[in-house]
């Protein structure tokens, strides 16, 4: 079966046929985060296994140095100290999953708001547009009716003049 | 004999906004419409973690195991024991709570999105209406217009023809 494990450089080999065959992703090789999270791991346990020396007191000479006692009290503050450096790596940890997280809802808070001033800009151009063609539906009611209000007055005047005209002859 | 023209009676209440009056038909549309697919963010309000990292990020692996069997073993694997408990519940409140934060600051900004959408849709209804009423009160006023020149037209060239006859009877009669 594959192995659980990203952290090899070696070709993928099934199980079935004992031949290497490629696989349609590549090989799996070692990256930064895994890199990171072993680092971080093995330091972490390490910690948790080591520090302890550091805190042995050496008292008395020969076969008495140390005692259960002094060990045990090296132990439990070995303990702590490493545990605060464990804390802190999975803060790190976190962190590095709650940053792009974070700048990602940012992101989406930006483009949905550069999307909206899109939105106000066509309005913008749209109403600019309507009140230009709403004015040419005027301007042009206007020019009509003001041809047909001269041609009236113009009939009407060469009517009267008609009639003044036979009236005289009358 | 000519008669006068009655005056019409009183214009009557106004139309009710928001409602259909056959004696004022209604010019666009009643509402803003919302566009096409409908409001629509694309601001996710999902937790950005899966259950499975948020495991692996809260996951302490117990570091220390004492073998043996006298209390300073057992006590000092309790102690660990309690240093990783409390790490993982500080990790898991810390998530939690940036969970919480993400997700309500998602939510605040999905619906400022939404209701600027909203708006956006309003003010367009408001400019696609008042359009239609602006271009509705030309062509009413176009109309009369030109109801009230053919009607001058009219009523001059009758009173024309009326001075006209006249003359012909003043005419008729003097030879009379």
Known sequence: MFSNTASTNSPVRYQTSQNYAPTFSGPITQNDEFARQARRDSMAQAAFQGDQRGYTTQAGPGIRAGSKQSAYRAGLLADSNSAKGYAQAQQDKFNQYAQPASAGLLFQERQAGEQGWLRDLLLDRDDTRTQERKAAYKRRSDVVTGDFQRAVEDAIAAKNREVEIASSIL | ?176
Do not use: C, W
């Not at chain 2, 409908?38 to 259950?51: A, C, E, K, L, V």
């Not at chain 2, 117990?62 to 240093?83: C, E, I, K, Q, V």
């Not at chain 2, 605040?108 to 999105?113: I, V, Y």
């Open chain 2, 1 to 176: 004999m000519a008669k006068k023209a009655n005056p019409p009676g009183p214009l009557g209440n106004a139309p009710k906004p928001g409602f259909a009056n056959p004696l004022y038909p209604t010019i666009g549309k009643l509402d803003a419409s919302p566009p096409q697919g409908g409001y629509r963010s694309q601001i996710n309000t999902q937790s950005p973690f899966g259950p499975a990292l948020l495991a692996s990020t809260a996951k302490v692996a117990n570091p220390y195991h004492g073998y043996g069997t006298g209390a300073g073993d057992m006590t000092r694997s309790a102690f660990a024991r309690s240093l990783t408990d409390t790490s993982r519940n500080a990790m898991n409140r810390s998530i939690d709570k940036f969970n919480v934060d993400y997700r309500t600051q998602a939510e605040k900004s999905r619906g400022e999105d939404i209701l600027a959408q909203r708006q956006n849709s309003m003010d367009r209804y408001r400019m696609d209406t008042l359009r239609d009423v602006y271009n509705a009160d030309v062509a009413t006023g176009y109309d009369q217009r030109v109801k009230d020149l053919t009607a001058y037209q009219t009523r001059e060239f009758k009173n024309a023809d009326a001075k006209m006859t006249a003359s012909i009877l003043h005419a008729v009669g003097g030879l009379i």
